[in-house]
């Protein structure tokens, strides 16, 4: 399985503008993650889902932000408009189920920079 | 509120100097606790999964223990390839969600 997969992996765009980061879980998963990276707050978790359906959405920022999931395969994080401090990198995680085995897997991430 | 806490914030060891990383967590019932690494731009990399304080989980130089309150990552003679972040993570029962530290940045001097 070639993992989680990300795309753009680096992307620029200027303030206002929206941005659309794709995500391709492993084949299987049930779970999928958005996150969030910056040096001062570390990982933070913007939303889940399971079964292609959003459990909790209570990390993201506010309405300039959602998220989709269409089918098992594919999900999508939007921002609109986009602002500086959205820059950060954004990754994109899945995980089997919840059983007991359970851990998270990552793809590379999505560095954006809004200037 | 759940949270998951690390130190130190950042390590700088010599080659073969052994060492301990510290993650504390505060959860309404711990369904299990995930150790990773991040390599510079690189995604965070599964490494253990702890399910029971008591718990220890080995690989090569990696040692993963965990207690009702907080988990060791102990680095035993680390070499310049150990360098990275290092991650704990909580998932609590009744979510499916992952509560991230802020992670430990280690620096393994040759």
């Known amino acids: 399985d070639a993992g989680v997969i990300q795309s753009p992996r680096h992307e620029v765009t200027e303030m206002g503008q929206e941005v659309t980061l794709r995500c391709k879980p492993i084949?299987?998963?049930?779970?999928l993650f958005w996150y969030r990276q910056t040096m001062m707050r570390g990982l933070e978790l913007l939303i889940y889902?399971?079964?292609?359906?959003?459990?909790?959405d209570s990390g993201m920022p506010e309405d300039r932000f959602s998220a989709k999931m269409p089918n098992a395969s594919f999900s999508t994080l939007k921002i609109q408009p986009s602002e500086p401090r959205d820059s950060a990198v954004y990754f994109c995680?899945?995980?089997?189920?919840?059983?007991?085995?359970?851990?998270?897997?990552f793809g590379q991430g999505t560095r954006l920079t809004v200037v | 509120e759940d949270q998951v806490t690390q130190s130190p914030e950042a390590l700088r060891l010599q080659e073969g100097e052994s060492s301990s990383l510290n993650c504390s967590y505060t959860?309404?019932?711990?369904?299990?606790l995930f150790w990773y690494r991040q390599d510079p731009g690189k995604g965070p990399e599964f490494l253990f999964t702890?399910?029971?304080a008591g718990e220890e989980k080995e690989k090569e130089r990696l040692k993963a223990t965990l207690t009702k309150k907080e988990s060791f990552l102990h680095i035993t003679a680390p070499k310049p390839e150990d360098s990275a972040t290092y991650l704990c993570?909580?998932?609590?029962?009744?979510?499916?969600?992952?509560?991230f530290g802020t992670g430990t940045r280690l620096k393994v001097l040759a």
């Open positions: 995680a899945s995980s089997p189920g919840q059983t007991r085995t359970t851990e998270a897997f």
């Open positions: 084949s299987g998963h049930n779970s």
């Open positions: 889902f399971n079964n292609n359906v959003p459990i909790d």
């Open positions: 959860v309404s019932g711990l369904r299990g």
């Open positions: 702890l399910y029971s």
């Open positions: 993570a909580a998932s609590t029962s009744g979510t499916y969600k992952y509560i």
